[in-house]
């Protein structure tokens, strides 16, 4: 069993920057991806960006060269630094885990709201 919390949401203006941090209560090295996921109201949940236990990365096209994801085997700890923020980024992030079998696991979210 794995628990995930998400810290890190705030609210930003347009073009600034955020750290999101997703801590696990169990060891993570073992896990095959990390993941961010976000969901804005009325929409569905999107892949943000994740990372393989080899830190091989991913991210949506609307992110890309904006956000960066990474990860500290040794701290349970990922991370997803966020810059350039703009008003549609706003949404509820959530950290995902997922095991090599398939199991994964989901934290509660955190709010991360960027409007002037």
């Known amino acids: 069993q794995v628990q995930l919390v998400e810290s890190g949401g705030d609210l930003v203006q347009p073009g600034g920057s955020l750290r999101l941090s997703c801590a696990a209560s169990g060891s993570i090295s073992s896990i095959y991806t990390m993941g961010w996921y976000r969901q804005a109201p009325g929409k569905q949940r999107e892949l943000v960006a994740q990372?393989?236990?080899?830190?091989?990365?991913n991210y949506a096209d609307s992110v890309k060269g904006r956000f960066t994801i990474s990860r500290d085997n040794a701290k349970n700890t990922v991370y997803l630094q966020m810059n350039s923020l703009k008003p549609e980024d706003t949404a509820v992030y959530y950290c995902?885990?997922?095991?090599?079998?398939?199991?994964?696991?989901w934290g509660q979210g955190t709010q991360v709201t960027v409007s002037s």
């Open positions: 995902k885990a997922v095991r090599p079998s398939g199991i994964y696991y």
């Open positions: 990372i393989t236990s080899g830190s091989s990365t």
